[in-house]
């Protein structure tokens, strides 16, 4: 059996639902549905069970849960960079991950977990996905920190030669929709063009950027599934690794996406940045993927503009989901 936690959330249940393509359909889904409409991604992914993420860290912790389980794939998180409950994000993002990372090694199961790109900072030590530089980096907010908490905890108790631990980037694509303020910008933008007519972008706040210009490793959900299940089928690869293109695009770039995805020519507006935001906002993220494809994944991303005529096109325009 395989786990997915956060199976019902956008990243994992793209995970199940490219599972379920490949022929597997012996997968224990874990997440908390609560009352956001996530539950419409579980509908067409085929799974053996499914449990709440309460229930399933008692179950856990009491030793009652016995499964012949292959691997974990630990997508479980909160998700928003704004979150400002540290101890929430604690308890969500390092304790459960601490908890679920024990009862994989008792079960001897393949652990592979998500980190972020968030935890590089401002980018000004790079980003490479190099395990003896980590304890240098400076996440710029308490989500950030929470992933980087986790990642350090495995490499103080050498885990990661066993473990995978993926750094995503700006990841989008469908079944992203339940996702409020987090939902990528080519959903917010696919909206507000169909509300206004328009979109608003954040004016720089640095000279070295134009307003628009800031750059970001934007990747299409499918590329990062791919990229996570290559981990599930080479275990001999372990660590941590980016999941990205490896090539920075600017919010000008993918705003045009979107209109020419829609048959529209580009019609933008720069708005200021927010105060609360402005001494945490990446003005540069690219990830290093050079060790993933020394690694051994050789596939090639899916271009800015492809990936959004194919979420536009063939998701938000039919309001689909993956799977089924």
């Known amino acids: 059996m395989i786990l997915v936690t956060g199976g019902a959330g956008f990243i994992g249940s793209a995970i199940v639902a490219e599972l379920n393509a490949r022929g597997a359909e012996d997968i224990l889904i874990v997440d908390i549905l609560d009352k956001d409409e996530k539950w419409k991604n579980l509908r067409n992914l085929r799974f ?137 910008f080519v959903l917010k933008a696919f909206q507000q063009i169909n509300d206004t007519g328009g979109v608003k972008l954040f004016k720089s706040h640095r000279p070295d950027y134009t307003d628009g210009g800031q750059l970001r490793d934007f990747i299409y959900i499918k590329d990062a599934v791919d990229m996570t299940l290559f981990f599930l089928t080479n275990p001999e690869a372990t660590g941590l690794f980016n999941i990205g293109t490896g090539t920075a695009r600017n919010w000008n770039d993918l705003a045009a996406a979107t209109f020419t995805a829609m048959g529209m020519e580009p019609n933008i507006e720069y708005i200021p940045m927010p105060e609360h935001l402005q001494g945490k ?44």
């Open 48 to 184: 053996a069970d499914y449990m709440e993420a309460d229930d399933f860290s008692e179950m856990v912790s009491d030793s009652d849960l016995e499964l012949d389980l292959e691997a974990v794939i630990h997508m479980g998180a909160c998700s928003d960079t704004t979150e400002r409950d540290c101890s929430y994000l604690v308890k969500n993002n390092y304790e459960f991950s601490k908890l679920l990372a024990g009862w994989a090694l008792e079960n001897d199961a393949r652990f592979i977990y998500a980190s972020s790109a968030a935890t590089y900072g401002d980018g000004s030590q790079g980003f490479v996905d190099d395990e003896d530089a980590i304890d240098t980096l400076q996440p710029l907010n308490m989500y950030g920190y929470s992933k980087q908490m986790f990642d350090l905890w495995c490499k103080r108790q050498g885990l990661l030669d066993r473990f995978v631990g993926l750094k995503y980037f700006n990841v989008f694509g469908p079944n992203e929709y339940h996702k409020a303020d987090m939902r990528s």
């Open 281 to 324: 906002y990446q003005y540069f993220t690219q990830a290093d993927i050079t060790k993933l494809r020394t690694a051994g994944y050789d596939a090639e991303t899916t271009t800015l503009e492809d990936a959004v005529i194919d979420y536009v096109q063939n998701y938000l325009l039919k309001e689909a989901h993956l799977g089924g």
